[in-house]
């Protein structure tokens, strides 16, 4: 049974990739750069020109029984790469896909990159192949940078509430299911901390745990687009940064589960044990 894993040059495919060193399974690592991958034993590193290399992956995936999917960096053509990749890993005869897909995941979700997620659970739904669905939430590491250089985060989140998980729980989670797929096919798991905060809660930990005063001010959307305009980015980048926080407004992040304690037998961090971790 060899597994496949991409994106193992960032950090939560880099740690799946090194948490799955050591039990006896054939890994291949498919990076852009051979020069960027983890250096592990035992593994096998191939390159390819990313998830549109339709001939490459295909030729990288021939001997995976078990891929592990990281969605491709953020673009306008973000979807018709995954579909892409999807394709090349059915044409090569995987059996198994192992998506890293987001919370609430729905073609109509307020977070506008779910949207694109959920399209790409439905293709490899149509596609025959075996299938596990990780829908993390937003990452408590994310959450922890959100504050701007005067030490405020800003955004249209209200008191709505996110269940931010850490990296690291998604990641045990996801080599977990990565040592017995089988186990774990046609599930969908949501992958959340322990606890719903608002951002106002948030701020606070922040501020007790770092001595940095943090503070959360409640942005109207207009406010939102307004303040984000001085960046020079595509609209779609734009809204989807604003839809970042309606997400949290309109409720869609707030389910607490118990999925990281069930696939791993142990209770994922707080955001306040994380950031004491990361001290």
């Known amino acids: 049974m060899r597994v496949a894993v991409t994106g193992s040059t960032g950090f939560l495919g880099g740690l799946v990739a090194r948490s799955l060193v050591g039990h006896n399974i054939p890994l291949t690592l498919l990076v852009r750069s051979t020069a960027r991958a983890p250096q592990l034993p035992d593994t096998q590193v191939i390159e390819t020109a990313g998830y549109a290399?339709?001939?490459?992956n295909k030729e990288a995936l021939k001997d995976a029984s078990t891929v592990f999917m990281v969605s491709a960096a953020e673009s306008s053509d973000r979807l018709e790469q995954h579909k892409?990749?999807?394709?090349?890993?059915?044409?090569?005869g995987v059996e198994h896909i192992v998506y890293l897909s987001f919370q609430n995941a729905a073609p109509?979700?307020?977070?506008?990159?779910?949207?694109?997620?959920?399209?790409?659970?439905?293709?490899?739904?149509?596609?025959?192949?075996?299938?596990?669905?990780?829908?993390?939430?937003?990452?408590?590491?994310?959450?922890?940078?959100?504050?701007g250089d005067d030490s405020v985060i800003r955004g249209p989140a209200g008191r709505g509430c996110v269940a931010a998980v850490a990296r690291t729980d998604a990641a045990a989670?996801?080599?977990?299911?990565?040592?017995?797929?089988?186990?774990?096919?046609?599930?969908?798991y949501t992958l959340t901390g322990p606890q719903a905060l608002t951002l106002d809660e948030v701020a606070q930990i922040i501020s007790e745990e770092t001595g940095r005063s943090v503070s959360y001010h409640n942005e109207t959307v207009d406010e939102a687009y307004?303040?984000?305009?001085?960046?020079d980015v595509p609209d779609w980048q734009r809204e989807a940064w604003?839809?970042?926080?309606?997400?949290?407004?309109?409720?869609?992040?707030?389910e607490v589960t118990t999925d990281i304690c069930d696939i791993t037998g142990r209770e994922p961090l707080s955001l306040r044990e994380l950031l004491r971790r990361t001290r």
């Not at 290399?53 to 490459?56: E, F, K, Q, R, T």
């Not at 892409?84 to 090569?92: D, S």
């Not at 839809?243 to 407004?249: D, G």
């Open 53 to 56: 290399d339709l001939a490459g």
């Open 84 to 92: 892409a990749f999807i394709n090349a890993a059915g044409a090569a």
């Open 108 to 147: 109509n979700a307020t977070f506008t990159l779910a949207r694109t997620h959920w399209h790409t659970e439905e293709h490899i739904r149509q596609s025959g192949m075996k299938f596990t669905f990780l829908r993390d939430s937003f990452y408590q590491d994310f959450l922890a940078g959100l504050a």
């Open 173 to 188: 989670a996801a080599a977990q299911i990565l040592l017995d797929p089988a186990a774990h096919a046609g599930k969908t």
């Open 226 to 231: 307004a303040s984000r305009m001085a960046w």
């Open 242 to 254: 604003v839809s970042t926080y309606t997400a949290i407004a309109a409720g869609e992040l707030e």
